[in-house]
């Protein structure tokens, strides 16, 4: 069954930077394209980030192009998400999401419609 957790959530200043990480222990990640989605209170969930399954295609949502870089680590299992020059607007619930339509993915897409296996979600907030 695949289960994905996110980490590394937390209160930052603005300007700030933040690593979140989307880790499996049920799986391995190597080849799964992995999302990453935000939502705050209030909002609409809205895609940020995805990375595909192999050849290490990726996508960012403009709100968030320039500032946040998604990557693999797959020494450690995981997918980060380095978010840099973090603003207020960035304070949400973040979530990493993946499928098993995903697995050895060449492709990417925010916001794609497709994920079924999400993670808990990890609380980032951005305030001075």
């Known amino acids: 069954q695949l289960q994905v957790v996110e980490s590394g959530g937390g209160l930052v200043h603005p300007g700030g930077s933040l690593t979140l990480s989307c880790a499996a222990s049920t799986f391995s990640l190597d080849y799964y394209g992995i999302g990453w989605f935000r939502q705050a209170t209030g909002k609409k969930r809205e895609g940020i980030s995805c990375i595909s399954g192999r050849d290490g295609v990726t996508a960012y949502a403009d709100s968030v192009k320039g500032r946040f870089t998604i990557s693999r680590d797959n020494g450690k299992n995981a997918v980060h998400l380095q978010m840099n020059d973090l603003e207020p607007e960035d304070t949400a619930v973040y979530y990493c999401?993946?499928?098993?339509?995903?697995?050895?993915?060449?492709?990417?897409?925010?916001?794609?419609?497709?994920?079924?296996?999400w993670g808990q979600g990890t609380e980032v907030t951005v305030s001075s």
């Open positions: 999401a993946t499928s098993s339509t995903m697995y050895v993915s060449s492709w990417c897409v925010v916001d794609y419609p497709g994920y079924d296996v």
